[in-house]
């Protein structure tokens, strides 16, 4: 089955305790992103991916570091997180620039 | 950069009642996507639009594209429950290399 998986799907945690979400795909897709989400502001993009060893900052990055080293996998890595950084997070990949886009179930994470 | 606005916010409406959610873009697109976010879900595709002008129907969803590739619309037809969820335009940017997301729509529908 097609799909894109996230761990943990939840995730309590403290202020500046390094933590490490994983995503993967097994579509064989070369883009993947990584999407927080936040009541009344939509999905705003991290990082995304192009490509293995490909990345770039999309609109809201701080805080946040990616790897791409294999074309499955994309984690999201919070070096210290902060309360601000409580969010739903979503990661997602595509075959390419114009096609549709799969999402993850979603990581709920709370930094206390 | 590019900006993508979604109206409106919220939206509540009896069952069997029409819906409509707009997109405006502050840049012209190339295509436009959208997809449904069920609560508790993720996101899931439901149609790409690439023309100028295009009108697609799926059932009782029918997708507009504007004709300066500017904005476009989804309306719904009769609303049932199961179209209970946030919806959302997504259009590229930054060399189609990024896909910005508008804040959605939340349509609520009373039985």
């Known amino acids: 089955e097609a799909q894109v998986t996230q761990n943990p799907r939840y995730l309590i945690t403290v202020t500046g305790k390094k933590l490490t979400v994983t995503c993967s795909q097994n579509m064989n897709h070369e883009y993947m992103s990584w999407y927080r989400q936040d009541p009344g502001l939509g999905l705003r993009q991290i990082y995304y991916?192009?490509?293995?060893?490909?990345?770039d900052k999309g609109d809201v990055p701080e805080g946040y570091k990616v790897s791409r080293k294999e074309k499955r996998n994309f984690p999201l890595i919070l070096e210290s997180p902060s309360p601000n950084q409580t969010s739903l997070y979503f990661c997602?990949?595509?075959?390419?620039?114009?096609?549709?886009?799969?999402f993850g179930p979603g990581t709920r994470l709370t930094v206390t | 950069g590019q900006q993508v606005m979604q109206i409106p916010q919220y939206q509540h409406v009896q069952e069997g009642e029409d819906f409509t959610t707009y997109c405006n873009s502050s840049?012209?697109?190339?295509?436009i996507q959208w997809y449904k976010q069920r609560p508790g879900g993720h996101p899931v595709f439901l149609i790409q639009?690439?023309?100028?002008?295009e009108v697609k129907k799926q059932k009782r969803l029918t997708f507009q594209f504007g004709e300066a590739k500017k904005n476009s619309s989804l309306h719904i037809t009769a609303t049932q429950t199961t179209d209970v969820g946030t919806y959302f335009c997504a259009g590229p940017s930054g060399s189609a290399r990024q896909l910005t997301f508008g804040s959605g729509t939340q349509l609520t529908v009373l039985p």
């Open positions: 991916s192009m490509n293995v060893e490909v990345t």
């Open positions: 997602a990949s595509r075959a390419g620039a114009r096609s549709e886009q799969y």
């Open positions: 840049t012209t697109l190339s295509n």
């Open positions: 639009l690439v023309k100028s002008g």
